[in-house]
Protein backbone atom coordinates (compact mmCIF):
# COMPACT_ATOMS: atom_id res chain seq x y z
CA UNK A 1 0.00 0.00 0.00
CA UNK A 2 1.38 3.18 -0.90
CA UNK A 3 1.35 6.11 1.39
CA UNK A 4 -0.66 8.90 0.05
CA UNK A 5 0.72 11.57 2.48
CA UNK A 6 4.58 12.24 3.23
CA UNK A 7 6.82 14.31 6.69
CA UNK A 8 8.99 14.75 6.23
CA UNK A 9 10.03 14.46 8.86
CA UNK A 10 9.23 17.16 8.16
CA UNK A 11 6.80 17.78 5.14
CA UNK A 12 4.12 19.32 6.05
CA UNK A 13 2.10 19.85 2.65
CA UNK A 14 -0.96 17.49 1.88
CA UNK A 15 -3.55 16.45 -0.56
CA UNK A 16 -6.06 17.79 1.93
CA UNK A 17 -8.28 14.33 1.17
CA UNK A 18 -9.69 16.01 -1.53
CA UNK A 19 -10.30 14.50 -5.00
CA UNK A 20 -8.91 17.15 -6.89
CA UNK A 21 -5.42 18.96 -6.00
CA UNK A 22 -4.23 22.27 -7.57
CA UNK A 23 -1.13 23.48 -8.38
CA UNK A 24 0.33 26.31 -9.39
CA UNK A 25 3.14 26.26 -11.40
CA UNK A 26 5.59 28.68 -10.33
CA UNK A 27 8.86 28.22 -12.41
CA UNK A 28 10.29 29.42 -15.75
CA UNK A 29 8.42 28.13 -18.99
CA UNK A 30 8.74 24.30 -20.21
CA UNK A 31 8.23 22.26 -22.73
CA UNK A 32 6.84 19.20 -21.16
CA UNK A 33 3.60 19.19 -18.94
CA UNK A 34 4.25 15.94 -16.82
CA UNK A 35 7.92 18.16 -16.24
CA UNK A 36 6.07 20.92 -15.02
CA UNK A 37 3.90 18.86 -12.31
CA UNK A 38 6.35 17.08 -11.07
CA UNK A 39 7.69 20.13 -9.96
CA UNK A 40 4.90 21.78 -8.33
CA UNK A 41 2.78 18.97 -6.91
CA UNK A 42 3.57 18.44 -2.74
CA UNK A 43 5.90 16.13 -2.25
CA UNK A 44 3.39 14.32 0.13
CA UNK A 45 0.95 13.88 -2.74
CA UNK A 46 3.78 10.72 -3.94
CA UNK A 47 2.97 11.76 -7.30
CA UNK A 48 5.99 10.92 -9.47
CA UNK A 49 6.66 11.85 -12.67
CA UNK A 50 6.19 8.39 -14.29
CA UNK A 51 2.43 8.72 -12.62
CA UNK A 52 1.47 11.79 -13.70
CA UNK A 53 2.50 11.22 -17.47
CA UNK A 54 -0.06 8.06 -16.62
CA UNK A 55 -2.87 10.45 -15.11
CA UNK A 56 -2.44 13.06 -17.91
CA UNK A 57 -2.82 10.21 -20.01
CA UNK A 58 -6.10 9.29 -18.36
CA UNK A 59 -7.73 13.05 -18.56
CA UNK A 60 -7.10 13.62 -15.18
CA UNK A 61 -5.16 16.59 -15.44
CA UNK A 62 -7.15 20.03 -16.56
CA UNK A 63 -6.05 23.28 -17.42
CA UNK A 64 -8.82 25.90 -17.49
CA UNK A 65 -11.23 23.24 -17.18
CA UNK A 66 -10.04 21.51 -20.33
CA UNK A 67 -8.24 18.19 -20.13
CA UNK A 68 -4.91 17.89 -20.65
CA UNK A 69 -3.72 14.31 -22.49
CA UNK A 70 -0.38 15.45 -24.24
CA UNK A 71 2.83 15.22 -21.09
CA UNK A 72 4.19 17.41 -24.13
CA UNK A 73 1.88 20.79 -23.44
CA UNK A 74 3.86 23.35 -23.25
CA UNK A 75 3.65 25.53 -19.57
CA UNK A 76 4.28 29.07 -18.86
CA UNK A 77 4.51 30.31 -15.29
CA UNK A 78 1.57 31.09 -12.84
CA UNK A 79 -0.71 28.35 -14.89
CA UNK A 80 -2.99 26.33 -12.29
CA UNK A 81 -3.73 22.88 -13.06
CA UNK A 82 -6.02 20.46 -11.38
CA UNK A 83 -5.34 17.17 -11.04
CA UNK A 84 -8.30 14.11 -10.16
CA UNK A 85 -6.71 12.18 -7.63
CA UNK A 86 -8.30 8.78 -7.16
CA UNK A 87 -7.87 7.86 -3.48
CA UNK A 88 -5.98 4.32 -3.41
CA UNK A 89 -6.21 3.85 0.29
CA UNK A 90 -7.13 2.75 3.64
CA UNK A 91 -10.36 0.86 3.03
CA UNK A 92 -8.39 -1.94 4.47
CA UNK A 93 -6.96 0.29 7.20
CA UNK A 94 -6.90 -1.46 10.56
CA UNK A 95 -7.80 -0.74 14.13
CA UNK A 96 -5.37 -1.64 16.48
CA UNK A 97 -4.89 -1.44 20.29
CA UNK A 98 -2.11 0.88 20.50
CA UNK A 99 -1.56 3.47 23.29
CA UNK A 100 -1.01 6.97 22.40
CA UNK A 101 -0.01 10.28 23.98
CA UNK A 102 -2.82 12.78 22.91
CA UNK A 103 -2.30 16.29 23.58
CA UNK A 104 -5.91 17.51 22.10
CA UNK A 105 -8.97 16.01 20.84
CA UNK A 106 -12.57 17.04 19.64
CA UNK A 107 -15.16 16.00 17.15
CA UNK A 108 -13.41 17.39 13.99
CA UNK A 109 -9.29 16.47 15.05
CA UNK A 110 -6.63 15.15 17.67
CA UNK A 111 -3.36 16.23 18.31
CA UNK A 112 -1.03 13.33 19.12
CA UNK A 113 2.50 13.01 20.43
CA UNK A 114 4.22 10.36 18.10
CA UNK A 115 6.55 8.43 19.80
CA UNK A 116 10.43 7.37 18.62
CA UNK A 117 9.73 3.69 16.01
CA UNK A 118 6.15 4.44 15.18
CA UNK A 119 5.46 4.77 11.28
CA UNK A 120 2.83 7.26 10.59
CA UNK A 121 0.87 5.62 7.91
CA UNK A 122 0.76 1.85 6.58
CA UNK A 123 3.49 1.46 3.46
CA UNK A 124 5.51 -1.39 2.16
CA UNK A 125 7.32 -3.06 4.88
CA UNK A 126 5.17 -1.23 7.47
CA UNK A 127 1.46 -2.18 7.10
CA UNK A 128 0.61 -2.72 10.90
CA UNK A 129 1.53 -0.84 14.23
CA UNK A 130 1.13 2.80 12.92
CA UNK A 131 0.22 5.59 13.87
CA UNK A 132 -3.34 5.55 11.53
CA UNK A 133 -3.78 1.98 12.84
CA UNK A 134 -4.34 3.30 16.56
CA UNK A 135 -6.01 6.73 15.26
CA UNK A 136 -8.65 3.98 13.84
CA UNK A 137 -8.93 2.33 17.38
CA UNK A 138 -8.74 4.73 19.48
CA UNK A 139 -11.38 7.32 17.42
CA UNK A 140 -13.91 4.66 16.67
CA UNK A 141 -17.01 5.64 16.10
CA UNK A 142 -16.24 9.19 16.02
CA UNK A 143 -14.79 9.41 12.27
CA UNK A 144 -16.68 10.16 9.59
CA UNK A 145 -16.28 9.07 6.05
CA UNK A 146 -13.25 10.58 5.03
CA UNK A 147 -12.85 10.73 0.95
CA UNK A 148 -15.79 7.75 1.67
CA UNK A 149 -13.84 5.41 4.03
CA UNK A 150 -13.91 5.64 8.10
CA UNK A 151 -10.61 6.54 8.73
CA UNK A 152 -8.10 9.47 9.99
CA UNK A 153 -7.26 12.24 7.93
CA UNK A 154 -3.37 12.16 8.35
CA UNK A 155 -2.45 14.90 6.99
CA UNK A 156 1.07 15.44 7.35
CA UNK A 157 3.90 13.03 8.76
CA UNK A 158 7.02 13.29 10.93
CA UNK A 159 9.89 10.39 10.25
CA UNK A 160 9.69 6.89 11.91
CA UNK A 161 12.38 7.92 14.50
CA UNK A 162 11.47 11.46 14.71
CA UNK A 163 9.07 12.17 17.96
CA UNK A 164 6.89 14.62 19.10
CA UNK A 165 3.55 16.40 17.97
CA UNK A 166 1.44 15.43 14.94
CA UNK A 167 -2.81 16.39 13.94
CA UNK A 168 -5.41 14.66 11.97
CA UNK A 169 -8.60 14.83 10.74
CA UNK A 170 -11.55 13.32 12.29
CA UNK A 171 -14.40 14.75 10.15
CA UNK A 172 -13.84 15.81 5.78
CA UNK A 173 -14.07 19.29 6.80
CA UNK A 174 -11.19 19.45 9.53
CA UNK A 175 -9.04 17.34 6.65
CA UNK A 176 -9.86 19.82 3.87
CA UNK A 177 -9.67 22.63 6.27
CA UNK A 178 -6.09 21.79 7.98
CA UNK A 179 -4.25 20.41 4.40
CA UNK A 180 -5.45 24.09 2.78
CA UNK A 181 -3.37 25.43 6.03
CA UNK A 182 -0.49 22.99 5.18
CA UNK A 183 -0.59 23.90 1.61
CA UNK A 184 -0.14 27.29 2.28
CA UNK A 185 2.50 26.91 4.89
CA UNK A 186 0.24 28.62 7.09
CA UNK A 187 1.33 26.12 9.92
CA UNK A 188 3.83 26.62 12.60
CA UNK A 189 6.20 24.11 13.51
CA UNK A 190 9.13 24.23 15.41
CA UNK A 191 11.97 21.35 16.02
CA UNK A 192 14.31 20.68 18.27
CA UNK A 193 17.72 19.31 17.50
CA UNK A 194 20.98 17.94 18.73
CA UNK A 195 23.81 18.46 15.99
CA UNK A 196 27.45 17.88 15.58
CA UNK A 197 29.65 21.07 16.04
CA UNK A 198 28.11 24.32 16.49
CA UNK A 199 26.17 25.76 13.38
CA UNK A 200 27.33 29.53 13.78
CA UNK A 201 27.26 32.60 11.16
CA UNK A 202 30.66 33.00 12.21
CA UNK A 203 32.15 30.32 10.60
CA UNK A 204 33.74 31.29 7.18
CA UNK A 205 33.20 27.67 6.17
CA UNK A 206 29.71 28.12 6.96
CA UNK A 207 29.38 31.87 4.90
CA UNK A 208 31.21 30.17 2.27
CA UNK A 209 28.17 27.29 1.33
CA UNK A 210 26.13 27.77 -1.56
CA UNK A 211 22.32 28.77 -0.49
CA UNK A 212 23.62 29.59 3.18
CA UNK A 213 22.23 32.85 4.41
CA UNK A 214 22.09 34.61 7.94
CA UNK A 215 19.24 36.80 9.55
CA UNK A 216 19.00 38.37 12.71
CA UNK A 217 19.19 36.36 15.59
CA UNK A 218 21.75 34.08 14.93
CA UNK A 219 19.41 32.48 12.53
CA UNK A 220 20.96 30.67 9.44
CA UNK A 221 18.85 30.09 6.54
CA UNK A 222 19.25 27.36 4.27
CA UNK A 223 17.75 27.48 0.75
CA UNK A 224 18.44 24.48 -1.81
CA UNK A 225 16.45 22.19 -4.05
CA UNK A 226 15.85 18.67 -2.68
CA UNK A 227 15.15 15.21 -5.03
CA UNK A 228 15.68 11.76 -4.55
CA UNK A 229 19.17 10.86 -4.41
CA UNK A 230 20.29 9.55 -7.69
CA UNK A 231 21.79 5.78 -6.52
CA UNK A 232 19.76 5.67 -2.88
CA UNK A 233 16.17 6.28 -3.35
CA UNK A 234 15.72 5.82 0.10
CA UNK A 235 17.04 9.06 0.52
CA UNK A 236 17.17 12.78 -0.30
CA UNK A 237 19.86 14.78 -1.68
CA UNK A 238 20.56 18.77 -2.02
CA UNK A 239 20.38 19.86 -5.67
CA UNK A 240 20.50 22.69 -7.82
CA UNK A 241 20.20 24.99 -10.70
CA UNK A 242 16.09 24.51 -10.28
CA UNK A 243 15.85 20.62 -10.11
CA UNK A 244 14.18 19.03 -7.65
CA UNK A 245 11.40 20.60 -5.13
CA UNK A 246 12.83 24.33 -3.60
CA UNK A 247 13.37 23.56 0.30
CA UNK A 248 13.82 26.15 3.03
CA UNK A 249 15.37 25.85 6.35
CA UNK A 250 15.91 27.88 9.21
CA UNK A 251 17.54 27.22 12.30
CA UNK A 252 19.44 29.21 15.45
CA UNK A 253 21.79 27.67 17.97
CA UNK A 254 20.10 27.35 21.57
CA UNK A 255 22.71 25.71 24.37
CA UNK A 256 26.41 24.59 22.96
CA UNK A 257 28.53 21.82 24.36
CA UNK A 258 32.15 22.00 24.46
CA UNK A 259 32.23 23.22 20.93
CA UNK A 260 31.42 19.35 20.14
CA UNK A 261 28.03 19.86 20.12
CA UNK A 262 24.37 22.22 19.87
CA UNK A 263 21.20 22.39 21.17
CA UNK A 264 19.21 23.83 18.40
CA UNK A 265 15.89 24.87 17.03
CA UNK A 266 14.85 24.44 13.47
CA UNK A 267 11.20 25.55 11.70
CA UNK A 268 10.48 25.54 8.20
CA UNK A 269 9.84 27.46 5.41
CA UNK A 270 8.78 24.68 3.18
CA UNK A 271 8.41 20.38 4.15
CA UNK A 272 10.01 18.05 1.91
CA UNK A 273 11.08 14.45 3.14
CA UNK A 274 13.63 14.31 5.40
CA UNK A 275 14.39 18.29 5.17
CA UNK A 276 15.91 19.26 8.54
CA UNK A 277 18.61 15.97 8.14
CA UNK A 278 19.63 16.79 4.67
CA UNK A 279 20.34 20.46 5.06
CA UNK A 280 21.59 19.86 8.96
CA UNK A 281 23.89 17.64 7.01
CA UNK A 282 24.67 19.77 3.87
CA UNK A 283 26.14 22.18 6.29
CA UNK A 284 28.27 20.48 8.15
CA UNK A 285 25.97 19.43 11.51
CA UNK A 286 24.61 16.31 10.84
CA UNK A 287 21.93 15.49 13.49
CA UNK A 288 23.43 12.99 16.91
CA UNK A 289 22.43 9.75 15.94
CA UNK A 290 21.05 10.02 12.26
CA UNK A 291 22.16 6.51 10.43
CA UNK A 292 20.80 7.67 7.34
CA UNK A 293 22.87 11.55 7.03
CA UNK A 294 24.95 11.79 10.20
CA UNK A 295 27.98 10.27 8.30
CA UNK A 296 30.98 9.83 10.40
CA UNK A 297 31.80 12.73 12.29
CA UNK A 298 31.93 11.80 15.78
CA UNK A 299 32.04 13.82 19.50
CA UNK A 300 35.36 14.33 21.04
CA UNK A 301 35.47 12.20 24.47
CA UNK A 302 38.54 14.28 25.32
CA UNK A 303 36.01 17.36 25.36
CA UNK A 304 32.97 16.00 25.98
CA UNK A 305 33.68 12.71 28.11
CA UNK A 306 30.84 10.30 29.04
CA UNK A 307 28.48 13.01 26.90
CA UNK A 308 30.65 12.25 24.15
CA UNK A 309 29.88 8.63 24.54
CA UNK A 310 25.97 9.03 24.27
CA UNK A 311 25.90 11.54 21.86
CA UNK A 312 28.30 9.24 18.98
CA UNK A 313 25.87 5.96 20.34
CA UNK A 314 22.58 7.46 20.36
CA UNK A 315 20.61 4.83 18.16
CA UNK A 316 17.90 7.35 16.02
CA UNK A 317 18.24 11.06 15.00
CA UNK A 318 18.12 13.39 17.78
CA UNK A 319 15.00 15.20 16.47
CA UNK A 320 11.81 16.48 17.83
CA UNK A 321 8.95 18.22 16.31
CA UNK A 322 8.20 20.21 19.79
CA UNK A 323 5.73 22.81 18.83
CA UNK A 324 2.63 22.91 16.66
CA UNK A 325 0.29 25.99 15.23
CA UNK A 326 -2.62 26.00 12.97
CA UNK A 327 -6.03 27.46 13.20
CA UNK A 328 -9.18 25.25 13.87
CA UNK A 329 -10.44 24.05 10.46
CA UNK A 330 -13.99 25.09 12.15
CA UNK A 331 -14.39 27.31 14.89
CA UNK A 332 -11.08 29.41 13.28
CA UNK A 333 -9.34 29.44 16.68
CA UNK A 334 -5.68 29.70 16.63
CA UNK A 335 -4.15 26.71 18.81
CA UNK A 336 -0.56 25.98 19.83
CA UNK A 337 0.67 22.92 21.31
CA UNK A 338 4.09 22.40 23.12
CA UNK A 339 5.49 18.34 23.54
CA UNK A 340 8.39 17.91 26.14
CA UNK A 341 11.56 16.33 24.81
CA UNK A 342 11.04 12.24 24.95
CA UNK A 343 13.04 10.80 27.68
CA UNK A 344 15.75 9.35 25.48
CA UNK A 345 16.46 12.69 24.27
CA UNK A 346 16.61 14.66 27.50
CA UNK A 347 18.83 12.13 28.98
CA UNK A 348 21.39 12.95 25.83
CA UNK A 349 20.93 16.31 26.93
CA UNK A 350 21.54 16.22 30.10
CA UNK A 351 24.50 13.99 29.39
CA UNK A 352 25.59 16.81 27.01
CA UNK A 353 25.72 19.08 29.52
CA UNK A 354 27.61 17.22 32.57
CA UNK A 355 30.22 16.38 30.10
CA UNK A 356 30.63 20.12 29.07
CA UNK A 357 30.38 21.24 32.63
CA UNK A 358 33.40 18.41 33.46
CA UNK A 359 35.45 19.86 30.42
CA UNK A 360 36.10 23.10 32.19
Known amino acids: MQEPFLDGDEGEESLAGAEVLRVTYEGEAVERLDKALAASVPEE ?172 GGVIRIATGLARHKTDRQRQAVVWDGEGRPAVTRTRVIETFAEQAALVECWLETGRTHQIRVHMTYVGHGLLGDQTYGGKRKISEKALGEGAVAGNAFPRQALHAATLGFEHPVTGERMEFAADLPADLAALLEALRQGASGSH
Open 45 to 216: ASLSRSRLMRMIGDGAVRRGGVALTNPKEKVQPGEVFEIEIVASVTADLLAEDIPLEVIYEDAELIVVNKPAGMVVHPAPGSPRGTLANALMHHCGDSLSGIGGERRPGIVHRIDKDTTGLLVAAKTDRAHQGLAAQFAAHTVTRRYIALVNGVPEGADPRLRGHRGVSFEP
